[in-house]
């Protein structure tokens, strides 16, 4: 088989000779961030004009996630984590004794304990159990009932990468009370996410969306929007007026979306970066991108399953992404192991995680895979 990157490793920072299967872990370094930061550097030193240059940047990249995410720009807020997002949730809805929120028992930490202070109040955390390491839609929608205020999943699971089935969630939702809150960072920048399928999509920029720490772009609807309580304020959430002055009132409003979610400045460099980056993912296109991820992703398990190695990850395409896993007892050594010979990919908790991108080829599928044969 062959497969061709869609964008060349040279695009990037220090992928020479090194086989760079891990941007589930941490994406390479974008060259042409070096530009980014330049313009940053310049626009920094510029005083008024240049920070209205700078947010002037950061609207059109929340207009370029619109466009990705297919939903309003204005519904898009820049928070300093994926695992901010989600708490934003927990923190700003009102719980009752008795509520309860539904979640896998394969999910991220960020996604499966936002919930963790809400115990105390009487509010149960309903871990739905994977078959054979797959979850199922279908399983998830049943334990939801009247009481469950969220369903939180990951898109794109970390651990196997299994690309659940948005849409059948938020269909099997329709009508009901219970809000679907989405963490895409494994879907975001390689396959197709879909926001307004969800109440709250956030996602980390440092992974598929190839920017790096300190920003996640987070999608709200409206009703999620009325439903939750602010738990942040300061002067960029709040309508503080210039009419206002010096002079405080004890009232003042808070702000609507986006600015309601970002009671300060967000990273304003990451921003510029991830705008950056955005122009290159949508330029070649989400489709091209998924269907070329989903290629590797179908090489890289046939390598595995010749090998006799366990895959824990989907066998349908539907359910594929960019990360194909193997069950490892020593995950990190075997990392480890293929590090020495310039072959990166991510091993933890018992598993191994090959992630393939824009910049991976069939090429390095084989490296890859020659490399592992002589563990
Ligand atoms: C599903 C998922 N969400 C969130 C994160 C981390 O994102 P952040 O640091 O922005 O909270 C990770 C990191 O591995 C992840 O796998």
């Not at 466009?67 to 700003?92: D, I, N």
């Not at 991220?108 to 105390?120: D, G, H, M, T």
């Not at 009901?176 to 396959?191: N, P």
């Amino acid at each position: 088989m062959n497969i061709e990157a869609l964008l060349s490793p040279k695009a990037f920072v220090g992928l020479d000779g090194v086989t760079h299967l891990c941007t589930g872990g941490e994406s390479p370094w974008l060259k042409v961030h070096e530009e980014v930061y330049a313009e940053f550097a310049r626009l920094k030193s510029g005083g008024d004009e240049g920070r209205r240059l700078i947010y002037a940047r950061g609207e059109a990249c929340r207009e370029k996630l619109g466009r990705l995410w297919g939903v309003p720009a204005k519904r898009v807020a820049f928070v300093p984590s994926a695992a901010e997002g989600m708490s934003w949730l927990a923190r700003g809805l009102e719980w009752a004794p008795g509520d309860n929120v539904v979640t896998t028992n394969l999910e991220f930490p960020s996604v499966a304990y936002a919930w963790r202070n809400l115990r105390e109040l009487g509010v149960e955390v309903r871990m739905v159990e994977h078959r054979d390491w797959e979850i199922d839609e279908e399983d998830l929608l049943e334990a939801v009932d009247e009481r469950t205020r969220v369903l939180a999943v990951s898109q794109v699971s970390f651990y196997t990468g299994q690309n659940l089935d948005i849409e059948q969630l938020s269909v099997g939702l329709k009508g009901k009370d219970t809000l679907l809150a989405v963490d895409a960072t494994h879907a975001s920048g390689v396959v197709q996410v879909t926001a307004g399928l969800a109440d709250l999509c956030v996602s980390s920029s440092y992974k598929w969306m190839l920017a790096t720490h300190g920003v996640a772009p987070c999608y709200l609807s409206e009703r999620a929007e009325e439903r939750t309580e602010e738990s942040a304020f300061g002067w960029h959430n709040l309508a503080v007026w210039p009419a206002q002055r010096a002079e405080r009132h004890p009232e003042v409003d808070v702000k609507a979306m986006p600015e309601k979610l970002e009671p300060g400045n967000p990273a304003m460099v990451v921003v510029m970066f991830l705008d950056r980056a955005l122009e290159i993912l949508l330029g070649l296109g989400m489709e091209r991108i998924e269907v070329h991820a989903k290629n590797l992703s179908e090489f890289i398990d046939a390598g595995l399953q010749k090998a006799r190695r366990t895959v824990i990850s989907p066998s349908r395409r539907a359910g594929r992404s960019g990360n194909t896993c193997f069950l490892a007892e020593d995950a990190k050594g075997v990392q480890q192991q293929l590090a020495k010979d310039q072959v990166l990919v991510w091993g933890e908790y018992g598993r191994v995680r090959i992630s393939g991108h824009l910049y991976n080829s069939s090429e390095d599928v084989e490296r890859f895979l020659d490399a592992l044969a002589q563990i």
